[in-house]
């Protein structure tokens, strides 16, 4: 689990985090989604001890350690994958992998086996004596999260991990995603809102240093059901109506486009319209639903976004 209580973190004189609070439940997956600039690194960072938070900093706990008491066990709860790593070129996949397992404090008898392990969680075993050069950038980021999973860290911190890859790795990656979920706590900054959709339990939005939601997956689907809109047209339609969409329950505005309705409502409208329909003799010539996406809600919850 990780929990974070009015952090803030400024450059100089300018506040990229204000007070930001939220929660990642243990074994979940939370999608961190902002525009440029908005934090999301920042926020990473800190998270990896790379960065100090402003004093006042109220809670900064990650797999049941304080981050700001202990910041050296914090690290070793933490793997993180952030942007694009610089791998040394010069050095095969294994010799890499091995340094850093050093690094993490893996003790010496436990080194091979734990290489061995992390290279077949990320599906790239065979790349092992390869020299990181000649890898392509699919098989760069498997050993960036092999990296990041050295040592077993509860908690994973993955940065934009499928930028720069192609459809195929992409794909790839996510099913790696998705297998390390029930091991680990997640958290996957993207700017990639299907991706978010598709992986995530949780979403977190930050916008100009601040969050501006936090919601569970149900919590977000209803949200995004209760603002969508549905489009009515009926042959010959009249004031009446319009009276009588308005009438339907869960209807909070209708407003007309000259040839048909829009009714924005809270929930799917379309069996009791069709009903509505039947029972008053209309001729429906269209009735169709917009569902809200997670970018529509990203546009409205961040709005114009970064300005320079
Ligand atoms: P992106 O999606 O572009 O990676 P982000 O959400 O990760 O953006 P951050 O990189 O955390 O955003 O940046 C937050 C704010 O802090 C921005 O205004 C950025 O210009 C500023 N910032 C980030 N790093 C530094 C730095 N080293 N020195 C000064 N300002 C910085």
Request: charged share 25%.
């Amino acid at each position: 689990m990780i929990e974070v209580e009015k952090l803030s973190r400024s450059y100089g004189n300018r506040k990229a985090l204000d007070s930001i609070s939220f929660q990642v439940p243990a074994g979940s997956v939370t999608g961190f989604l902002g525009p440029n600039g908005a934090g999301k690194t920042t926020t990473l960072r800190v998270l990896t001890s790379w960065l100090l938070p402003d004093p006042g900093t109220e809670k900064l706990w990650v797999s049941g350690v304080d981050l700001l008491r202990q910041p050296q066990l914090a690290c070793r709860k933490v793997g993180a994958l952030l942007e694009q790593l610089p791998l040394p070129g010069e050095l095969r996949v294994c010799e890499f992998l091995q340094s850093r397992a050093v690094l993490k404090g893996v003790s010496g008898n436990r080194i091979s086996s734990e290489v061995e392990r992390v290279l077949g969680e990320v599906d790239a075993t065979e790349s092992s004596r390869r020299g990181i050069g000649t890898l392509s950038q699919g098989y760069r980021q498997r050993i960036g999260l092999a990296d990041a999973l050295l040592g077993d860290p509860p908690v994973l911190l993955l940065d934009e991990p499928t930028r720069g890859l192609d459809p195929r790795q992409v794909a790839l990656f996510r099913e790696l995603i998705d297998r390390l979920r029930h091991q680990h706590t997640i958290i996957l900054s993207s700017h990639v809102l299907g991706e978010v959709e598709q992986i995530c339990d949780r979403v977190c939005m930050i916008s100009e240093g601040q969050i501006c939601l936090d919601e569970d997956r149900e919590a977000w689907t209803r949200r995004l059901e209760s603002s969508g809109t549905t489009r009515v047209e009926v042959v010959d339609g009249s004031k009446e109506v319009a009276a009588g969409l308005a009438s339907l329950e869960g209807v909070c505005e209708v407003l007309t486009d000259g040839a048909g309705w829009i009714l924005h409502a809270d929930r799917d409208l379309r069996s009791a319209i069709g009903e509505l329909a039947r029972q008053r003799k209309w001729a429906l010539s269209d009735l169709r639903t917009d569902r809200a996406t997670l970018e529509s809600l990203f546009l409205q919850l961040t709005g114009p976004g970064e300005t320079s």
